[in-house]
């Protein structure tokens, strides 16, 4: 019989509830979005379906906020989690072998879920601080929680990290190609348009920092964050000296990053903190 209880949302002290709001949170999506779009079925329904070539920064704010309310909006995040489900069921097509996909699929709905893990992992190596075993397992465990906010599954994914791993391998070595959506992720000559209300003089200087500060800086960190397996899997080099340029960059931003006041620390801080019910 189908249990009618409905998810925990997550609380204060959870580790999703530090990650969530803090601006190094945008230096780590990008590479859990082009391991999401590697799947062949979820990188043909955002070539489908997504409007990130046209809405690129609307799209990207939709997302974050979609994400903040899923850890701090409570009884709230259970209806964002229906709503998202309601969004995706008229998203389906055909992938590039020639699969029929739908967007709800369990295995590919679930893979978009589960690639955060692995990503969070490293993105706390590198831009925080690494993340104890026991600390790994609870954000194992609310990713788990998060999951069934959003819909997912018990069945659909992993229990435990020990079974999450060999889950993650076979994936990357079976399921993942470097697809359309990967390469012009990847592209950093890829034209991206100013933000939307810029003013006057960073139009005029856009396309002189696109490329330098923008598309080329994203491109690095979040090739950078990817799991090695699956940049080989994905023919993206990578080189020793790419890695200490790496390691450089998150020394920079574990030391400024903490010194920063809370509106600059803390994405929509404000938004977030009325979310928690903190004000």
Not at 12 to 25: C, K, M, N, S, Y
Not at 220 to 226: A, C, D, P, S
Request: aromatic share 8%; hydrophobic share 40%.
């Amino acid at each position: 019989m189908k249990s009618t209880t409905e998810p925990a949302p997550l609380a204060p002290g959870t580790i999703l509830w530090e990650i969530a709001g803090d601006v190094r949170l945008l230096l780590s999506l990008p590479a859990a979005l082009v391991l999401q779009v590697a799947h062949p079925a979820v990188g043909a329904g955002v070539d489908d379906h997504s409007v990130f070539r046209t809405d690129p920064w609307g799209r990207a704010e939709r997302s974050l906020e979609s994400l903040q309310l899923w850890v701090y909006g409570g009884e709230r995040a259970i209806e964002e989690g229906r709503r998202l489900r309601r969004l995706h069921k008229t998203i389906s097509g055909t992938d590039s072998r020639g699969r029929s996909y739908h967007a709800l699929t369990p295995a590919y709905y679930a893979w978009v879920h589960a690639t955060a893990y692995p990503v969070f992992l490293r993105a706390a190596r590198y831009l925080s601080r690494p993340l104890s075993p026991e600390d790994e397992r609870r954000l194992y465990d609310e990713l788990l929680q998060l999951g069934a906010i959003l819909g997912i599954n018990e069945r659909d994914m992993p229990g435990t990290p020990e079974e999450f791993w060999p889950y993650f391998d076979t994936m990357i070595q079976e399921e993942l190609e470097s697809t359309a959506v990967v390469q012009e992720l990847l592209d950093p000559r890829r034209p991206v348009t100013p933000p939307p209300g810029s003013g006057t003089s960073t139009r005029l200087l856009w396309p002189l920092l696109r490329r330098p500060l923008g598309r080329r800086l994203h491109v690095f960190v979040t090739v950078g964050l990817l799991p090695p397996a699956a940049r080989d899997r994905l023919g993206v080099p990578w080189t020793p000296r790419d890695e200490r340029r790496l390691r450089r960059f998150g020394a920079v931003v574990r030391t400024l990053v903490p010194l920063l006041p809370e509106r600059l620390r803390y994405r929509n801080s404000c938004a977030v903190h009325r979310l928690s019910g903190r004000l």
